[in-house]
């Protein structure tokens, strides 16, 4: 496995492979690698002969006062874990290497990124996008990779992939989760023990809700306040949101029917975490 810094190293680590008739997949991380990522990084493997794994700290998606400045980083550690998962190549660049002093421009999606995270975070997913379609056009890959926990962040990539008429397959994967149900996360690492515990309330909500809902409960005004209620039980939470949307264009729905997004942003003391399911009702 290889790790490089510039735009040219990995567009002639891609070419390379390429030429030997290579299909190239691709999973675009901010690092601190965890297993949601290895996972990320092994069906990208069994799906593509040869692997691109980017870390790269996206100073663009971070509002004021986020943790850009202590987002956890480790090199050293990513690369045993993506070697380990099947990476042929990292892709480390600096920030100067992405945003050089006379950088202008910016991709937007409207509409579905005013929603959600997009409501308490304005100007993050102009961040996502931008970088991503950075990446995209560097990596030149056949297939991207992509983790559900984030079910915003996957909707947006998939609208601007079809508006762009880019040359790319999104492959969203299922939520990783820690063996009491914590879907896994870089800022996880954030918790103290009493918030890893208190944090347990997003997944206990919504695996709640969705037997609820199997046990007939299709009113989503009603699901919504419940899961609302229950997650304010927990003295160390405080939501950022809870909604229920319809799964492809996050538009907020009355009945539960059809493919359906629950998804929540909760503080945990000062950690922000998100979680969701999505069913098929």
């Given at each position: ?182 879907a896994m996360s870089s800022r996880n690492t ?92």
């Amino acid at each position: 496995m290889k790790i490089v810094e510039t735009v040219e190293q990995v567009r002639a680590e891609v070419a390379k492979a390429r030429k030997g008739g290579n299909k190239i997949g691709f999973v675009p991380t901010m690092g601190y690698l965890h297993e949601g990522h290895a996972s990320l990084i092994r069906r990208a493997k069994e799906e593509n002969e040869f692997v691109v794994v980017s870390i790269f700290v996206n100073p663009t998606q971070f509002g004021v006062g986020e943790d850009f400045e202590t987002y956890p980083r480790d090199l050293a550690r990513d690369s045993d874990i993506a070697e380990q998962a099947g990476a042929n190549v990292i892709f480390h660049p600096t920030v100067k290497e992405m945003y050089p002093s006379e950088y202008k421009t910016y991709i937007e999606v409207e509409d579905i990124t005013a929603k959600l995270c997009g409501t308490s975070r304005p100007g993050h997913f102009r961040g996502v996008t931008t970088i991503v379609s950075k990446l995209f056009h560097m990596v030149k890959a056949d297939r991207a990779y992509f983790g559900q926990k984030d079910a915003q962040q996957v909707a947006v990539i998939q609208q601007m992939v079809r508006d762009l008429n880019m040359d790319i397959e999104i492959i969203p994967c299922a939520i990783v989760r820690e063996a009491d149900g914590l879907a896994m996360s870089s800022r996880n690492t954030y918790l103290s023990p009493a918030e890893r515990k208190a944090a347990l309330i997003l997944s206990q909500s919504l695996f709640q809700s969705e037997e609820m809902i199997k046990n007939g409960e299709l009113d989503a005004r009603k699901l919504r306040n419940w899961i609302k209620e229950k997650i304010q039980c927990e003295p160390l939470a405080k939501i950022d949101y809870v909604e229920i949307v319809n799964g492809v264009n996050l538009e907020e729905i009355e009945e539960i029917k059809g493919d359906v997004l629950i998804a929540l942003a909760v503080k945990i003391g000062k950690t922000r975490l998100i979680d969701n399911i999505r069913l098929e009702v």
